[in-house]
């Protein structure tokens, strides 16, 4: 791409802009005369003011060299300090000294390091972005470094490991062009390693899938859900609505039109748009989709993101109803919903507690308790409560109408689910050891511990990723990091 720069407020005379796009950097003098060429994509831009503190004389020249080749150029300052720069020449006649640099630095410049011809120095970089591209190696790595920050293994080596060896069994020849929903059918990509929820889609520059060429002026569209899974892979026009694509998504995923929430760079898109106009490009996108098929009466949903504001969408037009804005400084990572009295509970990326009125958007409350985020809730709407766990390992009581934590309790290790028997007041956490451990909310006692999950996972020579947990009837399902 090209980046022209058109005008400049409050730079000194003389100065040397400096662009940064990804891997590469263009710099220029003001006023900069020329456009800068950078690579395209979604690169961070760094934009640098340098000033100028020295330059040499007019009609400078080299001195007489002294024996080893060394001569001394003096520099006139800006702030009248004293500046010099001592060089050493070489006449290629007599030995070489030792202070002088080697000649491999050069010849690895010729041949298209950072001192080669600019032509040489671009298609290096651009074949070094192709194949970083082509691969998917920026996602891999970004996600990667998330996951395991996420969850922190003992072993961090034989967690990295493991996980390339999934990314070389995922790195298959040719993908199809449709990925159906069904269950052992999904193929994801090799960048689906983080588990981590987001709120800000990422472009990818997808290459055609091998097969039938594509209609001529077809968008490539990949359709993943909000943990990086590929649900589908299709070719769709420019002009086609978003209620058609949805039609189509049924189709292929068994998901109800209705039920069925796209997001490009993190807003939603209407039925009633085209690709087009939400500035969608052709050579290959990632749109998110996001479902609640688990209520067929459902019409609204609520999401939270990562500013820690929450947002009202409505099932049926995929329009939103109403923004409650900025809720705190943290983003939302867990919630729980009560719709017949408008009522909401957030966990948040700082360890934080919000109670929300969803019919007037207003946060109500707010309490602080655990030191790591909120990764898993269970809420009493009749008995105004709430059960919260963290990464930090506590598990957490709360009532609405108290200032304070009601009771604290130690899991150990980073919880993953809740599950609450409330008349009983018996709570059941997956934590993320593999265990499955029972409390008593009446005297806050550890009741047991299942180790039956955590155990199969072992035996497998995996770790458990998830857990669903059926506190009253006294049973749970494990999600291993095998798959099984």
Partial sequence: MELSILDTCGL???????????????????????????????????????????????????????????????????????????????????????????????????????????????????????????????????????????????????????????????????????????????????????????????????????????????????????????????????????????????????????????LWWAETMPNDTTLREHGVPSDGATVHLVYGAREPRLRRTLSGSSDGGLKLWSLEDGELLRDFGCGGPSAVLAMSVHWESMRAVAGCLDGRLQLWDVESGLCGRSWAGHREEVTALDVDWAGARALSGASDGTVMLWGFDQDGCLLSLAGGSAVRALAVDWPAMGACGGLGSGLVRLWSLATGARLRDVDVGAAAAAAAGTSVSAVAIDCVGQRAVSGLEDGH
């Fill in 12 to 262: 000194p005379d003389g100065s040397i802009l400096s662009v940064r796009s990804g891997p590469t950097r263009r710099q220029s003098p003001l006023p900069c005369a020329t456009p800068f060429k950078l690579p395209a994509g979604p690169w961070p831009l760094r934009i640098d003011v340098l000033a100028q503190l020295g330059k040499s004389p007019a009609g400078t020249g080299l001195a007489r060299p002294g024996a080893d080749g060394r001569c001394r150029v003096p520099l006139d300052a800006r702030d009248g300090r004293r500046m010099s720069v001592t060089l050493q020449v070489l006449d290629g006649k007599g030995a070489r000294p030792s202070t002088a640099p080697s000649p491999n630095a050069q010849r690895g410049g010729e041949e298209g390091g950072a001192d080669g011809p600019p032509a040489r120095r671009r298609d290096t970089e651009a074949e070094a972005r192709a194949y970083l591209d082509r691969h998917r190696l920026h996602e891999f790595m970004h996600t990667l470094f998330e996951l395991l920050l996420r969850e922190r293994p003992v072993d961090p080596y034989s967690f990295v490991a493991e996980r390339f060896r999934e990314a070389a069994r995922l790195e298959a020849p040719g993908v199809p062009a449709a990925l159906p929903g069904g269950a052992g059918a999904e193929k994801p990509s090799r960048s689906s390693v983080s588990t981590a929820p987001t709120s800000s889609p990422t472009v990818h520059r997808d290459e055609a899938p091998p097969g039938p060429a594509s209609p001529g002026g077809a968008f490539q569209v990949t359709v993943r859900n909000m943990r990086g899974w590929s649900l589908a892979r299709l070719a769709a026009e420019p002009d086609l609505r978003v209620g058609a694509l949805k039609e189509r998504l049924a189709a292929s995923l068994g998901v109800p039109p209705a039920s069925q929430q796209l």
